[in-house]
T-cell receptor, first 114, second 115 residues
Framework: NAGVTQTPKFQVLKTGQSMTLQCAQD?????MSWYRQDPGMGLRLIHY???????DQGEVPNGYNVSRSTTEDFPLRLLSAAPSQTSVYFC?????????????FGSGTQLSVL | AQSVAQPEDQVNVAEGNPLTVKCTYS??????LFWYVQYPNRGLQFLLK??????LVKGSYGFEAEFNKSQTSFHLKKPSALVSDSALYFC?????????????FGKGTMLLVSP
């Protein structure tokens, strides 16, 4: 059981480039989400999904796209990277049971946009 | 919308001493509260949660948290700190404002335990 796997661990982009951050989980979790972590800001929710084919925006969705074609995968796309998107990105998942609020986090992707 | 506040950016404590990391919350309805810990270069790990029941909740690694409804607080505690407890701690609240259940996190408190 690998849990939540994020790739890559590190990435440097130039302004305007696009890229996709990958996230996969092998726990058959229905709920998946993306957070960004910035100093002094804590974690802020970008997008989330409650099942295949269903996605919704979080607190800071601008500049990011997501899709959920399978239960296992939830990629995060940066369409045109900006320096303001320099951050550490975390993917997290959990089961959908009403009382199951324990989020499982990946180890993060550190992104720098120059 | 639900929110949590962590008033301290950093807490310093000597090994063996009790520690407290503070969290206050603002919710409509019954609060669902959580603590997570982040060790360096790692993702967050679940420590404990309060849904209902006893105001003192026990979690992983000897941590506990006290729910206080009148003070709208959910402080994290440990009777005797270890150097290995040094990490970034996040308080979180269940948020239903979007119609689905998401977690809203505080800004985090860095705990430094000195030998």
């Amino acid at each position: 059981n690998a849990g939540v796997t994020q790739t890559p661990k590190f990435q440097v982009l130039k302004t305007g480039q696009s890229m996709t951050l990958q996230c996969a989980q092998d726990m058959n979790h229905e709920y998946m989400s993306w957070y960004r972590q910035d100093p002094g800001m804590g974690l802020r929710l970008i997008h989330y999904s409650v099942g295949a084919g269903i996605t919704d925006q979080g607190e800071v969705p601008n500049g990011y796209n997501v899709s959920r074609s399978t239960t296992e995968d939830f990629p995060l796309r940066l369409l045109s990277a900006a320096p303001s998107q320099t951050s550490v990105y975390f993917c997290a998942s959990k089961g959908q049971a009403a009382t199951n609020e324990k989020l499982f986090f990946g180890s993060g992707t550190q992104l720098s946009v120059l | 919308a639900q929110s949590v506040a962590q008033p301290e950016d950093q807490v310093n404590v000597a090994e063996g001493n009790p520690l407290t990391v503070k969290c206050t919350y603002s919710v409509s309805g019954n609060p669902y509260l959580f603590w997570y810990v982040q060790y360096p270069n790692r993702g967050l790990q679940f420590l404990l949660k309060y849904i209902t029941g006893d105001n003192l909740v026990k979690g992983s690694y000897g941590f506990e948290a006290e729910f206080n409804k009148s003070q709208t607080s959910f402080h994290l505690k440990k009777p005797s700190a270890l150097v290995s407890d040094s990490a970034l701690y996040f308080c979180a609240v269940r948020d239903f404002s979007s119609g689905y259940s998401t977690l809203t996190f505080g800004k985090g408190t860095m705990l430094l335990v000195s030998p």
